[in-house]
């Protein structure tokens, strides 16, 4: 795992990475301020040298995690083959979900816990939020299939909450209230997750070994992508994921997060840190915490509980979005829960690195919003006299190269390090080149419709607008072009408004306007696109993951339990029609 430091060197190390990202976006600010503002800098040059100092901070702290990763040496834990020692129940919440899907996942996992001879030690607990009728029949129907798999009786549990409390988080803390008192530890995961019984095994040894650890969080791995956009995600996951958290781990020490799924907690630490309150006033400022696993994470750490990741553990896998209009509806949710926390920045007792995480977290979306002043700002200062003549010219092509020389040197030294240490070769070898470089261009076409997206998620959050808790539609694949523009429209025009204003007013300054707002013009094609092609012989050799190359083998149990239910699907309705006939 990677190298744990102690209380002391996290916060050096902290400080240090914090005083780095500081200082380069302060000097990139007093160097932008000099260059358009020259020795007498009006309003609108103090307020873009602001905003990219803000946002700067960000991209360059976030560069910095992912270095870290890249460079960070890393030791393997020597393989634990005790017998457990606590019972643990693995809980998976659904709703709404494809029962069959859904419950051969778990079908996987138990027939590997069994093959493991310790299912004594592990439970399934499927906590069903689900408010479709339709839905919940087929998880009734789903769960009968279920409880005949192998020491499945007294093992695997399903119930439904008529009354969805709290979502998710209301979920488990009504099961942890109501029988959590069973068990020691508690995996949790989500719907689409699929884990290694290895890997869990590993996680309730380590919680065996450290009754001071509160929760242990895996770092997941995409997988069963099958559009463009989808496999690029899975590749991004599978390749760059382990070195940013490697990196995060690092400066988090026992501070880390929790990302909600694919983790184990101390059902005991659980119990008495984690109650979530709920906000006064109405969504989405007040009312139930949609992002309720940073609060916990804070919330153990306050009770001085150790919260920790482990990039190195593998076997942890979920399935991610399929195209840019999915990706937005979760990211929309994700967008008012995060800023939620601006209301528990100052509770009580929090540790220091609790409280950073809540900014950071407000931050992954207000820098959407923040980016797009700085254009407006820039769009209009170019426009009055005087305000900076030729130097002006060349200042958007300064900002634009330090932003993408952010944002890439960590992916570059992370395949660096891939070459050095072997992970290259799980990925096809000499394959990393065009596929590192069609992910950033491809990434680079879609950020300024997920600008779009994550801007418009916070103004109708600033306006008072409850986005709620859609289901996720985790097949949603394929996007008509009618549908991806009804859902982008409003990118189109703003875009379009934008290059016709600069055109007519300043059109000196039309070209460095283009590599954002010509994918934004194009947004409903960037849609479609995406969000097909990903089964064809390009994409699956470019995005070619070790997931697929040599499957884990929980996947290929999974994979295969699946078709057989499937197939065997019609005669069950054949059988459920005729017994509805004689009845």
Same mark, same amino acid.
């Given at each position: 795992m990677t190298n744990r430091l102690t209380t002391w060197q996290a916060g050096g190390l902290r400080f240090?990475?914090?005083?780095?990202?500081?200082?380069?976006?302060?000097?990139?600010? @007093?160097? *932008?301020? %000099?260059? /358009?503002?020259?020795? $007498?800098p009006g309003f609108l040059d103090w307020v873009r040298t602001i905003l990219l100092v803000l946002t700067g901070f960000w991209l360059v702290w976030g560069g910095t995690i992912g270095l870290l990763g890249a460079l960070s040496p890393v030791t393997r834990r020597r393989q634990d083959l005790s017998r457990p020692e606590g019972k643990t129940t693995v809980l998976v919440p659904i709703y709404n979900e494809d029962p069959v899907e859904t419950f051969s996942r778990i079908a996987a996992m138990n027939r590997q816990i069994v093959a493991s001879g310790y299912a004594e030690f592990f439970h399934f607990a499927i906590l069903s939020d689900t408010t479709s009728l339709e839905i919940a029949a087929e998880e009734a129907s789903e769960f009968e299939r279920l409880i005949v #798999? =192998? #020491?499945?009786?007294? $093992? /695997? *549990?399903? !119930? !439904? $909450? #008529?009354?969805n409390v709290g979502r998710k988080a209301g979920n488990i803390e009504d099961f942890i209230a109501r029988s959590g008192a069973a068990y020691d530890y508690a995996i949790i995961l989500d719907a689409d997750s699929l884990m290694e019984a290895d890997t869990m095994l590993a996680m309730v040894r380590r919680m065996d070994a450290d009754p001071?650890?509160?929760?242990?969080?895996?770092?997941?791995?995409? /997988?069963?992508? $099958?559009?463009?956009?989808?496999?690029?995600m899975a590749y991004s996951s599978a390749y760059f994921s382990r070195y940013f958290a490697r990196g995060a781990a690092l400066l988090q020490g026992e501070d880390g997060p929790y990302w909600g799924h694919n983790a184990i907690v101390r059902v005991r630490a659980f119990a008495s840190c984690c109650g979530l309150p709920v906000l006064s006033g109405k969504p989405p400022y007040g009312g139930h915490i949609l992002s309720h696993d940073y609060v916990e994470a804070a919330l153990l750490a306050r009770g001085g509980w150790k919260v920790e990741v482990d990039p190195e553990l593998g076997g942890s896998f979920e399935q991610g979005p399929e195209n840019l209009i999915e990706y937005a509806k979760r990211d929309r949710r994700w967008c008012q829960g995060n800023l939620q926390h601006r209301r528990l920045i100052a509770a009580p007792g929090l540790k220091f690195w609790s409280r950073f995480t809540f900014v950071q977290g407000i931050m992954a979306y207000i820098a959407s919003p923040l980016w797009l002043t700085l254009m407006a700002a820039s769009l209009i200062a170019s426009l009055i006299p005087d305000n900076g003549g030729e130097r002006w010219g060349a200042t958007p092509w300064i900002i634009g190269g330090g932003v993408m020389a952010t944002l890439l040197l960590p992916k570059f030294a992370i395949a660096l390090r891939g070459a050095i240490d072997g992970n290259n070769a799980k990925f096809g070898g000499w394959r990393i080149a065009p596929a590192v470089l069609s992910e950033i261009v491809i990434s680079t076409i879609i950020a300024p419709v997920l600008l779009g997206f994550q801007s418009r998620a916070v103004f109708q959050i600033l306006f008072g607008m409850d986005g709620g808790w859609p289901a996720t539609e985790r097949d949603a694949k394929a996007v008509s072009p009618k549908t991806a523009f009804a859902a982008s429209w409003w990118i189109v025009l703003?875009?379009?408004?934008?290059?016709?204003?600069?055109?007519?007013?300043?059109? %000196?300054?039309? =070209?460095?306007?283009?590599?954002v707002a010509g994918p934004a013009l194009l947004a409903p094609f960037v849609i479609w696109a995406t969000a097909r092609g990903g089964e064809r012989p390009v994409s699956t050799w470019l995005f070619s993951v070790p997931s697929e190359r040599a499957p884990s083998? @929980? @996947?290929t149990e999974a994979n295969a339990i699946l078709t057989s239910w499937r197939a065997s699907e019609p005669r069950m309705m054949s059988t459920l029609a005729e017994v509805a006939v004689h009845a």
């Open positions: 240090l990475t914090l005083g780095f990202a500081a200082a380069v976006s302060l000097t990139a600010g @007093i160097a *932008f301020l %000099d260059l /358009i503002g020259g020795n $007498r #798999e =192998p #020491e499945a009786s007294g $093992r /695997i *549990f399903y !119930r !439904r $909450r #008529e009354r001071k650890l509160g929760l242990l969080q895996t770092v997941p791995v995409v /997988i069963a992508a $099958r559009t463009l956009f989808g496999r690029m703003t875009a379009f408004a934008a290059l016709v204003f600069m055109a007519y007013a300043g059109p %000196d300054f039309l =070209p460095w306007l283009l590599p083998p @929980i @996947i």
